[in-house]
């Protein structure tokens, strides 16, 4: 008798059905942490959770897109600001560009958006400004100066790869979502700038694993296990400065897949210091254990080599940490090339010098990784704090 | 009282409660169609619903990727093959790539396979093969041949992006995925075929919109509305010839955003036909209606132009019809552009003269739409039928 209602005369599709499902087990969906379905209205005729409506704030103390667990897809725009360019334009440029931002964020249409359909799925999006040290002397600001990075002996820079006066960073777990931001962001800077480089990367898509999951790189590592939490208060003392700002490091890291496929397991795990099944100190057993650097194995020797890169890269100096967020990349390959792949490394820091550049130069001094990687691009570019409602990205530099 | 569990002394973390939730709330999910957590054990931490695992057959009557659910990214990869190649390296290659994309598409690690954690999430891959003329020719076939495209008035053809003797179409929900797919099938490819060209293309991600929503084009339309159904009879009819076999047409069609932009919205109608709200046709409501091409307006002139795209596409022979799968295009613009978009339109049918070429015929005498498209690539390959185990996609060509 319970089981009545299902003989109706109009027998309800398998989609109803699952709707109906769907309904019924609210509660229990809201219990798993789903804030699609909890959030927004749950579409007709879903037959999975939907995460299309999911929305990360725009206005804020810090800009979106640093402490947010990273989205599947992220492009990286570096613009150059046209050369007659004056102050009060580029206030112009900033206010454009944080309002359209701050809508397409939250799902809505940017001003004058002639496809407002397709920004209609934010999926996460965030849109966070980085300012290189041009944009930063415009705006006129004394209090903060930004200085581009010192050249390391590792490095191969392609000037094509390097610097910009104006980053974008897109992100959303949906591709059409930052298309689209990207077409609507572009259109409204190109007045005042045109693009130096676009670097586009991703991870794993958005419900492939479990949320929280260290992403792996594409020779196959588990890239970024020591990594400050956001919710601690460390990650405050090594990220944000006391107004809001941090500094951003973008470098784009060639990756040859081929000579690294040369190499056997025990080679790759022996240079870098961590197994590669699930990335745990190859003196431990599970990710997270502390690397034993001390470890001998049966002929007296180190069981993490001096020159590994975890060895290396890490310091006795407990400052010198820094915030990585990075995306794999994997390009067109171009002539007789198998793969054009590396790492979009990014890292965020107070301090480039204090924090990122001695680990940089350890590394760049010796590390068993720098057989198989290359930097070919290199950029630093000041993070400005969030701003209010109202407001714009950037407002405190001209008010400085 | 029910409360004070929650009350130990050991606090539970959020994630615990999460996954206990999600535990208690299995029949809910069940219901809800979600087939990664009842398909695949769930793994711990879990606070949402998991897809990675999931897994299309790759043996099969026909070859996977084309009735499967179009996934969210797609790398179609042109591969000539190198001018010595025989016949028996070419059915070794054939086995080869069989092989990685049986074992691929399941989860696990092709033969040789240096990173094989990177293939531990299939998210719906599917490898799909399709012959050019030259491998048609070399396998020896008597019974198929395959002919180019003819070139169209509208046609401004690079080649570069024409053409292929090999195509491998990789496609997954997960991004990581497919480079890793492209990848190994690349490294097993490279003794005996080089890269033509490479088109990589996506849809919304996984989970952004409901199942089965008409993708949206970077113009904003929805398109691929008429198309059809997967789990029809006219499907067989229209797409698979008896052995299981049939025929792609893929066609690069770079999409001028910048012009189209200057377009008002209902001068965009006008020329598909069809809302840009919904797709429903312009004498209708919904996005399946039936058009009336027969509807006058106020004025007596028809209200779906005779020069609009859904009019031109339209034939009376209910056989000159075609299965799309198409994908966006977004590539890194050069120079003073601000986008490099457009479509991968990519169509199935049995016989491209006989139901293809005709449309396209028509719609490249006379189509609105024709003022903001460009094709620019073009290629047809035979798609062979499925394998059974132990058998490899094109196999009967050679039996023949």
Not at 328 to 340: A, F, I, K, M
Request: with cysteine; charged share 20%; net charge negative.
């Amino acid at each position: 008798m319970p089981h009545a209602k299902t003989s109706t005369t109009s027998r309800p599709s398998r989609r109803g059905v699952l709707f109906g499902g769907a309904a019924a087990g609210l509660g229990a969906i809201a219990a798993l942490g789903i804030d699609s379905l909890t959030s927004t209205a749950a579409p007709a005729g879903a037959s999975e959770p939907l995460h299309g409506h999911t929305m990360i704030p725009f206005y804020g103390a810090h800009q979106a897109g640093i402490t947010t667990e990273p989205q599947t897809h992220a492009t990286y725009i570096a613009l150059n600001l046209r050369d007659a360019l004056d102050c009060e334009s580029l206030g112009r440029l900033l206010r454009l560009l944080s309002d359209d931002a701050a809508r397409l964020t939250q799902g809505q249409a940017a001003l004058a958006d002639t496809e407002p359909e397709l920004g209609a799925v934010p999926a996460r999006l965030t849109v966070t400004f980085g300012f290189g040290p041009k944009l930063v002397e415009l705006a006129g600001s004394s209090a903060t100066a930004i200085q581009p990075l010192q050249k390391f002996t590792i490095d191969q820079l392609e000037e094509s790869w390097n610097d910009g006066d104006l980053l974008l960073h897109i992100a959303s777990d949906d591709p059409l979502t930052v298309a689209h931001a990207q077409r609507m962001l572009l259109k409204d800077a190109r007045r005042y700038a045109s693009v130096k480089w676009v670097q586009t990367g991703f991870r794993r898509a958005r419900g492939s694993e479990t949320s929280g999951t260290t992403m792996r790189n594409l020779f196959g590592q588990i890239d970024g296990t020591v990594n400050p939490s956001t919710e601690t208060e460390d990650f405050n003392t090594l990220v944000w400065n006391a107004d809001g700002s941090t500094t951003m490091v973008i470098r784009r890291i060639r990756m040859d897949v081929d000579t690294w496929d040369e190499v056997d397991r025990s080679g790759r795990e022996f240079s870098v210091g961590r197994t590669l099944a699930n990335g745990a100190p190859t003196t431990g057993t599970k990710e997270h254990d502390e690397p034993d650097f001390e470890a001998t194995d049966a002929l007296g020797l180190t069981v993490i080599a001096a020159h590994s890169h975890i060895r290396r890269a890490r310091s006795e100096n407990t400052t010198e940490r820094i915030f990585r967020r990075g995306y794999n990349y994997d390009d067109l390959p171009s002539g007789s090339e198998v793969s054009n792949s590396g790492l979009i490394f990014v890292s965020y820091q107070k301090s480039v010098t204090k924090q990122y550049a001695p680990m940089q130069q350890r590394l760049a001094d010796l590390d068993a990784l720098n057989q198989w990687t290359t930097p070919i691009g290199s950029a630093v570019f000041l993070i400005p704090p969030g701003c209010a409602e109202g407001g714009f990205i950037g407002e405190t530099l001209f008010m400085a």
